[in-house]
Structures are given as C-alpha cells and as structure tokens.
C-alpha cells in the first residue's frame, strides 16, 4: 500500500524510547505498509533489525554531521516498493485514522499530498503496544494533549515523484513542512489537509541533541 521512511536520531535516552514507541505503532498499521530507516546514526542499525524494518545507510551529511533530505528522500523513493510513499518523523506515533484517511484519499486522487497537524503529547516510557493500546493513548491525547499550530506538521503522504528536486535541506530544521506543501502547489497535485481526521501524535521531547537547543 504505501512505503514509510523516516530519519532518526541516535537510539539513546528517552529519544531512542519515543522512537521505538513510534516505529512499533507503524507497523502495527497494516500488514502492507513498508517501513524504512535512513541514516547511520548510533543504534539506527541494530533497531531496524530488531523491529524488523529496513535499513538504509549512508546518508548525505551537511558540514555539521546533519543528514540532508534530499539525499535521504531520493534514497527512499529508489528503494520504495509502493508508488506512495509517506515521511514521517521518528518521534511520530500514528493512530489507525492515519489509515483510514489514506485509504479515502487513494481512492479519489493518484497525484495528491496529505499531511496533519500534530497533536503534541508528554510520553516518557515504553509504550504497552497491547489491545486496547489506541484507545488509552486517544483518551489521553484528548484529557492531556494539544494540537500543534499551523507549522506543526510531521508526517506527509505523497504519490512517488511529486517532491522531486528537494534542495540540500537539513533534516529537523524549520519551514522544510512549507516547501513540501509549496512544491505540492506547484506540481498540481491534491494537497489535503487531514487534521479532522488524523490524529498523530508527537511525543515532547528536548532538544540536546542540537548544541543551541530549539
């Protein structure tokens, strides 16, 4: 059905937890969804295989050791079994509503780019993926979450092809979200927004992996 790749960090501390949280909660998705990790950072390796999803390494890094997405994309769309493919970042858990709105959309467009709002969640442990384990999440989404403002946008489902020419953007800097939706504009493609819908949930975190912070 459709292809997942993401970038992550090193598998350390609470963002290797949040991020094990997220890769199990997609592939407990459906059965033909692929996943693949890009990059080479410490433990990227050693999760892909122990999740049991790809792995692809060596990643274009800019001056400062960041991964650059034009590599990592172009990496992905050749490596791709399905013609849609879905980014998302590492720290993202993603309800079945992702699902069911992919498949409305798929039905109606084969050229179209759907994205969300995050809903932005403090989660600390691992994740009990257990029956059940959606419900208790959504409960406390809706007692303890909130949704992102308009550039808070961590995932996007797209037909292979359209974000062609990706300029040599670092991974986790700011507005690459706005190129993504401008490039969709530009190639005449569906562009949807499914916040009503999707609820994919962020899970807070630091930034002490940048030297600045945020």
Not at 33 to 38: D, G, M, R, V
Not at 44 to 68: C, D, K, W, Y
Not at 120 to 149: M, Y
Not at 183 to 191: E, F, N, Y
Request: include cysteine; aromatic fraction near 10%.
């Amino acid at each position: 059905m459709m292809t997942l790749f993401t970038i992550p960090k090193a598998f350390e501390g609470h963002v290797g937890v949040i991020q094990r949280n997220a890769i199990e909660s997609w592939k407990l998705l459906r059965s033909d969804c692929e996943i693949i990790l890009l990059g080479d950072d410490p433990g990227v390796a050693q999760a892909a295989e122990e999740s049991g999803v790809r792995h692809i390494p060596n990643v274009n890094r800019n001056e400062f050791g960041t991964p650059l997405l034009d590599s990592a994309y172009l990496l992905a769309e050749q490596a791709a079994t399905y013609p849609r493919l879905c980014y998302i970042n590492a720290d993202i858990i993603m309800t079945s509503s992702f699902i069911r709105a992919a498949d409305t959309v798929i039905k109606q467009s084969d050229w179209f780019m759907m994205t969300a709002r995050r809903w932005n969640l403090d989660i600390t442990a691992n994740i009990d993926f257990k029956n059940g384990w959606e419900e208790g999440l959504l409960r406390d989404v809706s007692n303890h979450g909130h949704l992102g403002h308009h550039a808070e946008i961590d995932f996007w489902l797209y037909s292979k092809g359209l974000l062609q020419g990706i300029p040599p953007l670092a991974v986790g800097r700011m507005a690459f979200e706005c190129w993504c939706l401008y490039k969709a504009r530009s190639m005449k493609a569906d562009l949807i927004d499914a916040t009503g819908t999707v609820v994919s949930i962020h899970q807070n975190h630091d930034y002490s992996h940048h030297p600045q912070g945020k």
